[in-house]
T-cell receptor
Framework: ETGVTQSPTHLIKTRGQQVTLRCSSQ?????VSWYQQALGQGPQFIFQ???????GRGNFPPRFSGLQFPNYSSELNVNALELDDSALYLC?????????????FGQGTRLTVV | LAKTTQPISMDSYEGQEVNITCSHN???????ITWYQQFPSQGPRFIIQ???TKVTNEVASLFIPADRKSSTLSLPRVSLSDTAVYYC??????????FGTGTRLQVFP
């Protein structure tokens, strides 16, 4: 519905492993943001990419890293997974210079760390 | 970014109008007010955005008083499918959206 697609939809990993999550932004949007949402909480900002460069970062450790590609799709990488990393990971895209907080979210990737 | 305060939960019945108020005392001059809806295990969905006075679209209305220190999302004639969490955000652009815990709306038959 939003044009933002994320893959995979569900994932189970073991503590200590690494994971890569993917996001395709809505057509015409060159800004992608990633959020982590723990159960019962609101989404927490991880970082944002604009034209392939990191453009702001939340309070997350360096083992959370990302990439944005020339077609504006994006990846979120998490190294050395911990149990507390279990959450819904959301990708949001928005046009550059857009006024207001009007971002469009994907359906999310549910990551479970065991 | 301005912090927002909204009720943790609200209950309603089908067919009623629901008004959810959000306080944002420290809103900046350039900030917009945006509301999102989220169903379990789905990404937030943009509902409505405004800067001042009243905004209406096909799903909701947003009322913003002159001082802009609060706003009210109005959902006319809710149905069971409106059961969700509603988030109020303020900001100028989409850098680092700050979500609170939202308002959990439960609609009963």
């Amino acid at each position: 519905e939003t044009g933002v697609t994320q893959s995979p939809t569900h994932l189970i990993k073991t503590r200590g492993q690494q994971v890569t999550l993917r996001c395709s932004s809505q057509s015409g949007h060159n800004t992608v943001s990633w959020y982590q949402q723990a159960l019962g909480q609101g989404p927490q900002f991880i970082f944002q990419y604009y034209r392939e460069e990191e453009n702001g970062r939340g309070n997350f450790p360096p083992r959370f890293s990302g990439l944005q590609f020339p077609n504006y799709s994006s990846e979120l990488n998490v190294n050395a997974l911990e149990l507390d990393d279990s959450a819904l990971y959301l990708c949001a895209s928005s046009p550059s210079g857009g006024e207001g907080s009007k971002a469009f979210f994907g359906q999310g990737t549910r990551l479970t760390v065991v | 970014l301005a912090k927002t305060t909204q009720p943790i939960s609200m209950d309603s019945y089908e067919g009623q109008e629901v008004n959810i108020t959000c306080s944002h005392n420290n809103i900046a001059t350039n900030d917009y007010i945006t509301w999102y809806q989220q169903f379990p295990s789905q990404g937030p969905r943009f509902i409505i955005q405004g800067y001042k006075t009243k905004v209406t679209n096909e799903v909701a209305s947003l009322f913003i008083p002159a001082d802009r220190k609060s706003s009210t999302l109005s959902l006319p004639r809710v149905s069971l499918s409106d059961t969700a969490v509603y988030y109020c955000l303020v900001g100028y652009n989409t850098d680092k959206l700050i979500f609170g815990t939202g308002t959990r709306l439960q609609v009963f038959p």
